[in-house]
């Protein structure tokens, strides 16, 4: 399953950041091969519309779910429309690969 995680860096055991439409990056994980990639988040310098322009790069990568520690509501109602599952940061999650292994364990709060 393709995982699309928010990040404050470019790397895997990047601390997380807990905003989605303002974070520095989005890190996609492929929850099956571990194999990971960062793309810079295009909503992170915008004016307006972060949160929508960084949905719609998720949904431009076929991410299949969604990990952010909040999700504005213009970003949640794009990923809605989209049908992706959205997920929270727990509290002890502090970086991404904590975040990729408590997905899998099923350890993480869906977002309603």
């Known amino acids: 399953m ?3 995680l928010s990040a404050q860096t470019p790397d895997i055991n990047s601390p997380i950041e ?10 996609e994980v492929d929850t099956e091969t571990d194999e990971w990639q960062a793309l810079s988040n295009p909503g ?6 972060a949160g929508v322009a960084a949905a719609q790069l998720v949904v431009d990568q076929k991410g299949e779910a969604v990990i952010s520690g909040d999700f504005g509501p213009n970003a949640a109602n794009a990923l809605k429309a989209a049908s992706l599952p959205m997920y929270l940061y727990n509290l002890e999650c502090t970086t991404v690969q ?3 292994e408590q997905f899998k364990l099923g350890q993480l709060e869906l977002f309603k």
Do not use: E, H, N, T
């Open 44 to 49: 992170v310098g915008q004016s307006g519309g």
């Open 18 to 27: 807990r905003r989605f439409g303002r974070c520095p990056y989005l890190l």
């Open 98 to 100: 904590q975040a990729v």
């Open 2 to 4: 393709k995982i699309i």
